[in-house]
Nanobody, 128 residues
Framework: QLQLVESGGGLVQPGGSLRLSCAAS????????IGWFRQAPGKAREGVSC????????DYADSVKDRFTISVDSAKNTVDLHMNNLKPEDTGVYYC?????????????????????WGQGTQVTVSS
């Protein structure tokens, strides 16, 4: 059974760092593309970043460029999101999901409508 499980959320002060992990089971990341998304209370789900496992292609929202880094650990079958210099506006529930086939064979997109098999989410709160 195909499944994604997020972990690593928590409470952090502004300027701090967190590493989120998305563990995939029931399939190998191989040539898949995984996206990270977040949703703040009262707001729409936002695509934060995505990565194509086969070639390392990545894409980031402007709001997180130069602060967040997405990476694949093939040995662990996980996709990590390293978040630095966190800001209060980064607060929300963070989700990972799998890009539908055959969307963009060698790249990825951050539009939630193109993703499926969503995880349960992990809460990130940035506050002093």
């Amino acid at each position: 059974q195909l499944q994604l499980v997020e972990s690593g959320g928590g409470l952090v002060q502004p300027g701090g760092s967190l590493r989120l992990s998305c563990a995939a089971s029931g399939f190998s990341l191989g040539s898949s593309a995984i996206g990270w998304f977040r949703q703040a209370p009262g707001k729409a789900r936002e695509g934060v970043s995505c990565i194509r496992a086969s070639n390392g292609y990545t894409d980031y929202a402007d709001s997180v460029k130069d602060r967040f880094t997405i990476s694949v650990d093939s040995a662990k079958n996980t996709v990590d999101l390293h978040m630095n210099n966190l800001k209060p506006e980064d607060t929300g529930v963070y989700y990972c999901a799998l890009l539908r086939l055959p969307t963009l064979r060698n790249a990825c997109v951050r539009d939630p409508d193109y993703f499926h098999s969503w995880g349960q989410g992990t809460q990130v709160t940035v506050s002093s």
